[in-house]
């Protein structure tokens, strides 16, 4: 047997053993669903080094051009069509199995929803491209039907209540994360006795600190990825390749 078979058998093992799983997500897992992450060969920064800037609140609420390239590229933006992959549907798995207690995304896409997962398990620590907010009230809504507005001909349409600027309900560089989750993610990752760190570079904090705070905690650390990540020397075990392949192929069946 290979290291890397043993690795796997381990990994199975071990999450079959497991009562009380945190999984913290990144980009890896939906870019089999069609969606590039950003920092990949092929990814959204990559590709158009302006992309980042529709990321960032100053430039969004300073300047009307980029509120309109970005409401455009919400509008074309492959999370409409995509569907959840086989990594999803594993980790669904894993919550009917009642092992998943909390999962941690870091992306905005909302795919674990789709896929079966309780939204109450879910913490979408940079918050969800499927909601609009208003920057000056309380005013919450679907994507969809700021989209329609959209596709009626408004390129930056404002707040009905209030005529404040309009975004998604995601975390754009420059905001802060929502306190409640952040404590939830660490209190998730102190309980656990398993950690499933799955398509994340692990670099990007406070997201990423989850996986040392379970680590101390004396939680198991499975690391799935594309590539290296910045925690794989701490891991118990890593294993590298398709996540659609690998995460359900540790995962345990359905009763």
């Known amino acids: 047997m290979t290291d890397a078979e043993q690795t796997h ?18 980009a890896g897992i939906s870019t089999d669903s069609g969606i590039p992450d950003f920092r990949g060969p092929q990814g959204v920064w990559t590709r158009d080094p302006d992309a980042e800037k529709l990321s960032d609140i100053r430039h969004y609420l300073a300047d009307p051009a980029i509120r309109k390239k970005a409401w455009q590229a919400r509008l074309d933006s492959p999370v409409w069509q995509a569907r959840p992959g086989a990594g999803h549907h594993a980790l669904a798995r894993l919550e009917q199995l009642g092992k998943l207690h909390t999962l941690i995304t870091q992306n905005i896409d909302g795919l674990h929803q789709l896929a079966g997962n309780s939204p ?7 918050g969800t491209v499927r909601k609009v907010r208003c920057m000056s009230c309380t005013y919450l809504v679907d994507m969809s039907i700021v989209l329609e ?3 009626c001909g408004e390129d ?13 309900a995601t975390i754009s560089f420059g905001q802060n994360l929502v306190p409640e989750d952040l404590v939830r993610s660490e209190s998730a990752a102190k309980q656990c006795d ?5 398509g994340s570079t692990l670099s990007v ?8 705070i379970a680590k101390q905690s004396g939680a198991r650390i ?10 794989d020397g701490i891991a118990d075990a890593v294993l590298r390749g398709q996540i659609s392949e690998l995460l359900p192929s540790i995962v345990p069946s359905a009763h």
């Open 194 to 198: 398993l950690l499933l760190a799955v």
């Open 149 to 151: 507005r959209l596709r």
């Open 156 to 168: 930056d349409p404002s707040c009905p209540d209030c005529s404040g600027i309009l975004k998604s």
């Open 222 to 231: 499975i690391i799935i990825n594309g590539g290296p990540t910045d925690m």
């Open 9 to 26: 058998k381990l990994s199975k093992q071990w999450l079959n053993d497991a009562e009380h799983v945190v999984a913290l997500t990144g």
């Open 205 to 212: 904090y406070p997201a990423a600190s989850v996986v040392p």
């Open 120 to 126: 109450d398990v879910v913490v979408e620590i940079h």
